[in-house]
Nanobody
Framework: QVQLVESGGGLVQAGGSLRVTCAVS????????MRWYRQAPGKQRELVAT???????NYADSVKGRFTISRDNAKNTVYLQMNSLKPEDTAVYYC?????????WGQGTQVTVAS
C-alpha cells in the first residue's frame, strides 16, 4: 500500500528558503515517478515539479530556477527545496504518486510566505 507523508512546511519571509519532505512507503523511488503539487486558497491544485524513476526532473514555469525536486532512494524520501520564495508560493504542498490511473496523496503541508 502506497503511503505518503509530507512535512517541513512553515512560515517564511519573502526571499527565504524552505525544504518540504515526503516520506514514501510501499513503492521504490528508483522505479517510480513522484510529483509535488500545490493548492492555494480558492485555486485549483497545480503541478509544481516531477522526478521520474530515472531521475529526470521537470518544473512548472512559475518555479523554474527557484525550486529543486530531489530524492534519497535509501531513505525513500522525496524533497522539494524552495528558494527565493514569493508570497504567491503560499499554498498547501502535496506529494503525489500515480499508479494505474489512481492518484495517491499525502495530507499536505502548509507553506506560507510573508511579504
Amino acid at each position: 500500500q502506497v503511503q505518503l507523508v509530507e512535512s517541513g512546511g512553515g512560515l517564511v519571509q519573502a526571499g527565504g528558503s524552505l525544504r518540504v519532505t515526503c516520506a514514501v512507503s510501499g513503492i521504490s523511488l528508483s522505479r517510480n515517478d513522484m510529483r509535488w503539487y500545490r493548492q492555494a486558497p480558492g485555486k485549483q491544485r497545480e503541478l509544481v515539479a516531477t522526478i521520474t524513476g530515472s531521475g529526470t526532473t521537470n518544473y512548472a514555469d512559475s518555479v523554474k530556477g527557484r525550486f529543486t525536486i530531489s530524492r534519497d532512494n535509501a531513505k525513500n524520501t522525496v524533497y522539494l527545496q524552495m528558494n527565493s520564495l514569493k508570497p504567491e508560493d503560499t499554498a498547501v504542498y502535496y506529494c503525489n504518486h500515480r499508479r494505474f490511473a489512481r492518484d495517491y496523496w499525502g495530507q499536505g503541508t502548509q507553506v506560507t510566505v510573508a511579504s
